[in-house]
């Protein structure tokens, strides 16, 4: 029988953030559709709620959820991925979280995100490349079935090689900074929030952290995301690097940069909320168990 000093605790399982990542993406996929839509758009403001509208209209409910396979594939191999290597970088660095220090918890962050969104690069080309299918004319829609027809379609009909590694740099930057915004700031807010006798390790305390994380996450990576979703997005020869991007973006003055703000947030915030309310109650319900004192 335990000590009454001990307690039990439970810690998230390897794969956790993956399963996590993959659920929250169903609720929040079409929220990231219509982001990328209005990201892409070249002339004039066009608001997310027209974009949802004319979604609706021309392509049914269905619609929203366009790409849908890609994203999940995504999430279970970026988000497993960043979440693995930032949890076996913790443990090294220290047994107890509070020990580490929040520059050495960012460094983790930004080396498990690049990571991770090296690996889930390909997924990401071909969830934006679904995503914006509906805003073409017919004769220029890729139409792929789903998310490794769109990946075969892919290594095939393009240069592979050239176009994934121009793309998948842009899409280690934002992942990297992404998970910074996310992580550790969640974890440290959270620490923070339990000092408090008003917070308790509850879905409560989850929210407000995640809230304020996701918040975060978007303020930083809204730059990068712009100029990720227009590179992934490209024709063969219409940008020449990643440097080409930042220019023709450039034309539409600084607010180019900022496109998708709002439906950004919109998107992100719920996406991290739901992941760290997703990757707590699967750590509670199905974590393994630990006796700590």
Same mark, same amino acid.
């Given at each position: 029988?335990?000590?009454?000093?001990?307690?039990?605790?439970?810690?998230?399982?390897?794969?956790?953030?993956?399963?996590?990542?993959?659920?929250?993406?169903? *609720?929040?996929?079409?929220?990231?559709?219509?982001?990328?839509?209005?990201?892409?758009?070249?002339?004039?403001?066009?608001?997310?709620?027209?974009?949802?509208?004319?979604?609706?209209?021309?392509?049914?409910?269905?619609?929203?959820?366009?790409?849908?396979?890609?994203?999940?594939?995504?999430?279970?191999?970026?988000?497993?991925?960043?979440?693995? &290597?930032? /949890?076996?970088?913790?443990?090294?660095?220290?047994?107890?979280?509070?020990?580490?220090?929040?520059?050495?918890?960012?460094?983790?962050?930004?080396?498990?995100?690049?990571?991770?969104?090296? &690996?889930?690069?390909?997924?990401?080309?071909?969830?934006?490349?679904?995503?914006?299918?509906?805003?073409?004319?017919?004769?220029?829609?890729?139409?792929?079935?789903?998310?490794?027809?769109?990946?075969?379609?892919?290594?095939? /009909?393009?240069? *592979?090689?050239?176009? *994934?590694?121009?793309?998948?740099?842009?899409?280690?930057?934002?992942?990297? =900074? &992404?998970? =910074?915004?996310?992580?550790?700031?969640?974890?440290?807010?959270?620490?923070?929030?339990?000092?408090?006798?008003?917070?308790?390790?509850?879905?409560?305390?989850?929210?407000?952290?995640?809230? =304020?994380?996701?918040?975060?996450?978007?303020?930083?990576?809204?730059?990068?995301?712009?100029?990720?979703?227009?590179?992934?997005?490209?024709?063969?020869?219409?940008?020449?690097?990643?440097?080409?991007?930042?220019?023709?973006?450039?034309?539409?003055?600084?607010?180019?940069?900022?496109?998708?703000?709002?439906?950004?947030?919109?998107?992100?915030?719920?996406?991290?909320?739901?992941?760290?309310?997703?990757?707590?109650?699967?750590?509670?319900?199905?974590?393994?168990?630990? =006796?700590?004192?």
């Amino acid at each position: 029988m335990p000590d009454k000093e001990q307690t039990e605790k439970r810690i998230k399982k390897w794969y956790f953030g993956g399963l996590a990542s993959a659920g929250a993406v169903c *609720f929040t996929h079409p929220l990231d559709l219509l982001k990328v839509l209005v990201q892409t758009q070249q002339e004039g403001k066009v608001s997310m709620m027209k974009t949802a509208v004319d979604v609706v209209q021309n392509n049914g409910i269905i619609g929203l959820y366009n790409g849908l396979s890609a994203s999940i594939l995504r999430q279970l191999t970026y988000s497993t991925v960043r979440f693995v &290597i930032y /949890e076996i970088i913790k443990q090294h660095l220290s047994t107890n979280d509070e020990q580490v220090s929040f520059p050495l918890l960012i460094s983790a962050a930004g080396i498990a995100g690049g990571i991770g969104g090296f &690996i889930g690069a390909p997924f990401s080309i071909i969830n934006v490349r679904m995503q914006n299918d509906m805003k073409l004319s017919p004769n220029q829609r890729r139409n792929y079935r789903h998310a490794l027809h769109g990946l075969w379609s892919f290594y095939h /009909e393009e240069n *592979f090689a050239k176009k *994934f590694t121009k793309s998948a740099s842009i899409a280690c930057v934002r992942c990297s =900074i &992404i998970t =910074i915004g996310q992580l550790p700031f969640y974890d440290r807010i959270k620490l923070y929030l339990l000092q408090f006798d008003s917070f308790d390790d509850d879905p409560v305390t989850h929210f407000t952290a995640s809230l =304020i994380a996701g918040t975060i996450a978007t303020l930083i990576t809204q730059p990068i995301d712009v100029i990720k979703t227009r590179m992934m997005n490209s024709k063969p020869g219409e940008y020449k690097n990643i440097s080409d991007v930042i220019v023709h973006t450039a034309k539409l003055g600084p607010s180019g940069f900022f496109k998708g703000s709002l439906p950004s947030f919109i998107r992100l915030a719920p996406q991290t909320i739901l992941l760290f309310l997703f990757l707590e109650q699967l750590t509670i319900r199905f974590g393994t168990e630990v =006796i700590t004192k």
